[in-house]
């Protein structure tokens, strides 16, 4: 189908596109990427008086290391994600994790500001800029807010953003030494919505975790960090650990059934999903034979 | 605001001024106003691959961006990748291995190829699925297609097919 009629507005600066969003409110739409809106639009699931087009806004854009953190502008397309060399140093799961948003012409317009605004609780960014600790920077009227990506996303294409706020970039703790990730989505094809999803930030020290944060995706209404990885902490992993580990994350999440999968089934491949975590962080279990 | 807007851009080299409607997408743009109907329009929603152009050099689905966003811009269509000579021999290949039947998603999916040859000198059948992967055909079952792609990557490094 085609999109209902709008009007068009092209945004020239972050407070030129705030003073759009708070004369519409809920009436307008930003549009970032539009590999999500688009979409929604073209279907017909919404029709927007307006669309605040934020796209030539370039205060908007980059990548910088500014000490501790690196600073990832909200227009940062997923292909930009891929290719920095500053993210895959300081930030190499959301390298990984991009390479799994959708196909190459995707990536090529999706950005990184839109997909966690759009807050697809089946999608990568969401649960990686979680997995990282990463904050969310947000302006409005009255000036900038910072909200922990933990607490950022509220539900389904749900977040703490309000419709008179534009979300304006992402800060990520740097890798420190020792970290390690882990990425993996099970799908039906590649770049398809993931069944079930992690994403992981751990620190191994000793062949221990002294920290991992583990966000499940496409198992709930929002990334779900598990608190069933607190049982893998400080702690030599063996089979009994790991097996009671993952029946704690099995009790944790609630997961949707729809045509892809039943709950039973995702709440499966997640427990998989943090026993190959570990696999892959700390090498197999130490003692018992394969779990 | 809802009115006509005016946009200049270069389609295949030309450029090109016009007034469009906020509301129209740029595969509807390029097919009804300009005709250029080697673009094709299949699911509308970013699935299926068919609409795929060129943007600045870069691949997207222009069922999935709209016309007013190519202000400015450089749009490169099926019709220019052809017409340039630019594709001759993934064109060849393609019908040397029948890898199209009712050739819907051809444009698309010679656009994408081309995209990862450009990027890339020698993907292995692995690579050429992952980068096709988002363009769609229901009639050859894929393996003509990467068969196509691979023969061409090979026929590009100098090396027997």
Not at chain 1, 101 to 124: F, K, Q
Not at chain 2, 8 to 30: C, I, T, W
Not at chain 2, 95 to 119: E, H, I, S, Y
Request: glycine residues 8%.
């Amino acid at each position: 189908m085609k999109a209902s009629a709008f009007s068009y507005a092209r945004a020239t600066s972050v407070a030129n596109a705030l003073e759009l969003l708070v004369a519409y409110g809920d009436k307008a739409k930003v549009l970032s990427g539009g590999q999500s809106l688009m979409p929604a639009m073209n279907l017909r699931l919404i029709s927007p008086e307006l669309i605040v087009d934020i796209g030539e806004i370039t205060e908007l854009r980059g990548i910088a290391v500014r000490g501790d953190v690196l600073s990832i502008g909200a227009l940062t397309r997923h292909v930009d994600l891929l290719r920095s060399p500053e993210i895959a140093a300081h930030a190499p799961l959301l390298t990984e994790a991009a390479a799994h948003v959708a196909h190459p012409a995707i990536r090529n317009r999706g950005t990184l500001g839109g997909s966690l605004a759009h807050a697809d609780p089946a999608s990568e960014l969401p649960a990686s800029v979680v997995a990282l600790n990463a904050t969310i920077v947000v302006s409005g009227q009255t000036g900038e807010r910072r909200i922990a990506a933990g607490e950022f996303f509220t539900g389904i294409y749900e977040t703490a953003l309000s419709a008179q706020e534009l979300l304006i970039a992402v800060e990520v703790p740097v890798a420190q030494k020792n970290s390690a990730h882990f990425f993996h989505e099970f799908a039906r094809r590649h770049g398809d919505y993931a069944i079930a999803g992690l994403a992981a930030q751990a620190i191994v020290q000793a062949g221990l975790f002294t920290e991992l944060r583990a966000a499940f995706f496409a198992v709930g209404d929002r990334p779900i960090l598990a608190k069933a990885a607190t049982k893998l902490i400080n702690i030599r992993i063996t089979p009994a650990v790991l097996a009671e580990a993952s029946a704690t994350l099995g009790e944790e999440l609630d997961p949707q059934e729809d045509q892809q999968a039943s709950a039973a089934m995702r709440r499966h491949l997640a427990r998989i999903l943090l026993v190959r975590c570990a696999s892959a962080l700390l090498g197999p279990p130490a003692a018992g034979g394969p779990v | 605001m809802t009115a006509a807007l005016p946009i200049s851009l270069e389609v295949n080299g030309e450029p090109v001024d016009a007034h469009v409607l906020p509301r129209l997408n740029l595969a509807d743009f390029l097919r009804e106003h300009l005709k250029l109907t080697g673009t094709h329009v299949g699911c509308e929603h970013g699935v299926c691959g068919a609409c795929t152009v060129r943007v600045n050099g870069e691949t997207v689905r222009s069922c999935l961006m709209l016309a007013v966003q190519t202000h400015g811009a450089s749009v490169e269509t099926i019709e220019g990748l052809s017409d340039s000579g630019e594709i001759a021999d993934l064109q060849a290949a393609f019908r040397d291995r029948n890898a199209l039947q009712c050739g819907f998603c051809t444009p698309g999916m010679l656009v994408a190829a081309q995209d990862l040859l450009q990027q890339e000198t020698e993907p292995d059948r692995e690579r050429i699925r992952e980068h096709l992967s988002g363009n769609y055909c229901r009639c050859t079952g894929y393996q003509a297609i990467i068969d196509a792609v691979e023969t061409t990557a090979r026929a590009r490094m100098g090396r027997k097919p």
